[in-house]
Nanobody
């Protein structure tokens, strides 16, 4: 599975960004898809997941602000990020795995990452 993220950038606190992840083959319909983020010195942190059936899950830190979705026809995963905070800054990765979970080790395909910077 090949994954390519886009949509990162710099925004002020309170702003919004939408990340996209283009997936090869039938990844979005056949796998659990997730968004993770990482800051230097820290492990990758799970942000949001969506199962092959469309069931979503969110980290407590982003509930109510972020929305994960997918378009199986386009093979694309999205992350709508609203009310962004400086602590949301990091490199955001999309990932595909057999089953949904919050540990990065559970996913076997990763994109190259896209930088999100939120300034105060």
């Amino acid at each position: 599975v090949q994954l390519v993220e886009s949509g990162g950038g710099s925004v002020q606190a309170g702003g919004s960004l939408r990340l996209s992840c283009a997936a090869s083959a039938y990844a979005t319909s056949d796998y659990c898809m997730g968004w993770f983020r990482q800051v230097p010195g820290n492990e990758r942190e799970g942000v949001a997941t969506i199962s092959r059936y469309g069931t979503t899950g969110y980290a407590d830190s982003v509930k109510g602000r972020f929305t994960i979705s997918k378009d199986n026809a386009k093979g694309t995963l999205y992350l709508q990020m609203n009310s962004l905070k400086p602590e949301d800054t990091g490199v955001y990765y999309c990932a595909a795995g057999v089953r949904c979970g919050w540990l990065a080790d559970g996913y076997n395909s990763w994109g190259q990452g896209t930088q999100v910077t939120v300034s105060s």
